[in-house]
């Protein structure tokens, strides 16, 4: 086992830990809360269950990232997404061209400086863009060549709601939450519509961590046996 996945393994673990927790304080009747304060408390388990999401993609990727840079891989062998990822993440510069003749020199001198280095080091920063929905999910596995979430998918297939649109109800809920507002349906969040949320971060944890294993097994990250 690869040290990334000893961190991811572990990561998982505590970010499965932490939703059991929340779990267990608002759902076993273990303190005492007012059915009012109860109800408040309650539909802010949404919010924490997107952030311990949210939160894994984050860390998931930035673990990735770091395996990556430790494989010493040059910009000849690296997967071809992956090098376009790295050097529009390195270099925004190609998204904006600068207007400044010396920042535009500058621009052509880091470029220079960049495919002379020996290896890689793509920068750890990842934007979900606070709404990581399958779309943003699917963004980030094709930007390092890892394979993509369909709509439909295992248990999240007919008759049961699709992935995508389990996943976009759960955005919708939390950013209405944490927006002042209330979930979609107007109900209260019960403890079904908590386990319904719970499986969906736990599934999609395991599967993206899986996505990661079969990338590493696979040498996705290289030119030659990558997309």
Excluded at 69 to 98: A, C, D, V, W
Excluded at 141 to 165: C, I, M, T
Aim: proline share 4%; with cysteine.
């Amino acid at each position: 086992m690869t040290l990334f996945q000893r961190e991811i393994a572990s990561d998982i673990e505590e970010r499965s830990r932490a939703i059991f927790v929340i779990e267990r304080v608002y759902f076993t009747n273990r303190y005492s809360l007012t059915n009012e304060h109860k109800d408040v408390v309650l539909l802010h388990t949404i919010p924490m269950l997107y952030s311990i999401w949210e939160g894994f993609v984050q860390r998931g990727f930035n673990l990735y990232i770091d395996y990556l840079n430790r494989q010493g891989i040059n910009h000849g062998t690296l997967n071809k997404s992956i090098l376009l990822s790295y050097t529009e993440k390195r270099f925004p510069q190609f998204k904006q061209y600068p207007d400044n003749k010396d920042k535009r020199i500058a621009f052509i001198e880091g470029l220079i400086r960049c495919f002379s280095e020996d290896k890689v080091d793509i920068p750890s920063y990842v934007d979900t863009k606070s709404n990581v929905g399958l779309e943003e999910l699917n963004g980030l596995l094709s930007s390092y060549s890892l394979e993509e979430f369909p709509p439909r998918y295992k248990e999240y297939n007919h008759p049961k709601p699709a992935l995508d649109k389990i996943l976009r109800d759960f955005l919708k809920d939390r950013n209405n939450i944490a927006h002042g507002g209330n979930i979609s349906s107007s109900e209260r969040v019960t403890h079904e519509v908590f386990e319904k949320y719970k499986n969906l971060v736990l599934f999609l944890m395991y599967e993206t961590e899986e996505r990661f294993t079969q990338g590493i097994t696979q040498a996705s990250h290289l030119v030659s046996l990558g997309k």
